[in-house]
T-cell receptor
Framework: DAKTTQPTSMDCAEGRAANLPCNHS???????VYWYRQIHSQGPQYIIH???NNETNEMASLIITEDRKSSTLILPHATLRDTAVYYC???????????????FGKGTLLTVNP | SAVISQKPSRDICQRGTSLTIQCQVD?????MFWYRQQPGQSLTLIAT?????????ESGFVIDKFPISRPNLTFSTLTVSNMSPEDSSIYLC?????????FGQGTRLTVV
């Protein structure tokens, strides 16, 4: 079962920041937070991941609360092409093979409006 | 990230037949994964494919229905056997490279 909770859907105006929340209250110390998105009919696209520090890359920023029980993905200037389902996933990262898998929940459908 | 190529990108198959989906990665990776995405649903992991050993299947998926091969560190196949319309889905392979997990574009299968 997915270990995260996300809103089913969100809207955002084009050019504004999109802030997508995720709750992962049972996260373990060796679990990372990953974000993916899936644009209709395409394979999931990796966005960003983090352990406990905030992270930023060319696509987005990831803000993780100090207690690590929740996080927010920020798309700083949303465009129409950012309309997609966004998945927040916690993933164990260690030397064990099976722990590398990603378990997907239902995600958040972000609709960017003109 | 590694580049992942899946073939075919889509197919329409008759019930009772089998389809083998190929997944090619442009670098050597330890683990590859096969997922299924039924219409309107999220992704469900079918199995983990390690080179040199049998695949590890998730609950609800069996080797007879979804045999997997992993002959080397850059290639894997998933076969959907004895297909029925309920097997109509997108099938995706993914690989892990370091902390990243990356996906192919998927194979859209329609069983008629």
């Amino acid at each position: 079962d997915a270990k995260t909770t996300q809103p089913t859907s969100m809207d955002c105006a084009e050019g504004r920041a999109a802030n997508l929340p995720c709750n992962h209250s049972t996260i373990s110390g060796n679990e990372y937070v990953y974000w993916y998105r899936q644009i209709h009919s395409q394979g999931p696209q990796y966005i960003i991941h983090g352990l406990k520090n905030n992270e930023t890359n060319e696509m987005a920023s990831l803000i993780i609360t100090e207690d690590r029980k929740s996080s927010t993905l920020i798309l700083p200037h949303a465009t129409l092409r950012d309309t997609a389902v966004y998945y927040c996933i916690v993933r164990v990262v260690n030397s064990g093979g099976s722990n590398y898998k990603l378990t997907f929940g239902k995600g958040t459908l972000l609709t960017v409006n003109p | 990230s590694a580049v992942i190529s899946q073939k075919p990108s889509r197919d329409i198959c008759q019930r009772g037949t089998s389809l083998t989906i190929q997944c090619q990665v442009d670098s050597q990776v330890t683990m590859m994964f096969w997922y299924r995405q039924q219409p309107g649903q999220s992704l469900t992991l079918i199995a983990t494919a390690n080179q040199g050993s049998e695949a590890t299947y998730e609950s609800g998926f069996v080797i007879d229905k979804f045999p997997i091969s992993r002959p080397n560190l850059t290639f894997s196949t998933l076969t959907v056997s004895n297909m029925s319309p309920e097997d109509s889905s997108i099938y995706l392979c993914s690989e892990t490279l370091g902390l990243g997990v990356f996906f192919g574009q998927g194979t859209r299968l329609t069983v008629v």
